[in-house]
């Protein structure tokens, strides 16, 4: 089994939609979460990052963190074509010297 | 001004070859990272150096050998190379290895023939 699961997709929506992508883990020792965007042929790039329990919100786009069911979510709201990329979940027990876990990433689409 | 950059962005060769790619980072960061992206966007960490210094040696066969000649270099180099090493490699860095914001290159994309 696999540390973090992360449905690959593809998911493929129409501009104006609300996104939701989702990651289970297995680890409770995973403290650190986060979100990574990544555009055709091009490197990972930080999107949203979060460490408790709860909502955290960056304009369009809510991080959620559910440590009790071991669930994390990224949603976007009013979506637009340039969202189309694949959004990777990573997580890390803890700051010192641990590793990024990531996920297999989800392939979004948001057609015009 | 690219923060962190690798070279060459493509890389065909033969079964057997031995090659290195090379990475470089102007952030000033004090650890980097290679990570490897296989045909179904999987990216799994191989190693990370903190400071020149190697904190993070993943199970890889032992032709890949990083090598950082100062901080702000972390090269690899794969010898013998097979066809299950095609993928995607890519380094990254972060201010120390304390930090979880991971800066990524653009990716150095590996076929063997």
């Known amino acids: 089994q696999k540390e973090v699961e992360q449905d690959p997709g593809p998911l493929s929506v129409p501009e104006g939609a609300i996104v939701s992508l989702n990651c289970t883990y297995s680890n409770s020792a995973f403290q650190y979460f986060m979100w990574y965007r990544q555009y055709s042929r091009k490197g990972p790039e930080l999107l949203m990052y979060t460490y408790s329990s709860g909502n955290k919100e960056d304009g369009r786009f809510t991080a959620q963190v559910d440590k009790s069911s071991k669930y994390i979510s990224l949603f976007i709201r009013d979506s637009q074509p340039s969202d189309s990329a694949t959004y990777l979940c990573?997580?890390?027990?803890?700051?010192?010297?641990?590793?990024?876990?990531f996920g297999e990433g989800t392939q979004l689409t948001v057609n015009p | 001004d690219t923060a962190v950059s690798q070279t060459p962005k493509y890389l065909v060769t033969q079964m057997g070859n031995d090659k290195s790619i090379k990475c470089e980072q102007n952030?000033?960061?004090?650890?980097m990272y290679w990570y490897k992206q296989d045909s179904k966007k999987f990216l799994k960490i191989m190693f990370s150096y903190n400071n020149k210094e190697l904190i993070i040696n993943e199970t890889v066969p032992n032709r890949f050998s990083p090598k950082s000649p100062d901080k702000a270099h972390l090269n690899l180099h794969i010898n013998s190379l097979e066809l299950g090493d095609s993928a995607v490699y890519f380094c990254?860095?972060?201010?120390?290895?304390?930090?979880?914001?991971?800066?990524f290159g653009q990716g150095t994309r590996l076929t063997v023939v």
């Open positions: 990573a997580m890390k027990w803890g700051t010192s010297g641990s590793r990024l876990t």
């Open positions: 952030l000033g960061h004090d650890t």
């Open positions: 990254a860095s972060s201010q120390d290895f304390m930090n979880t914001e991971a800066f």
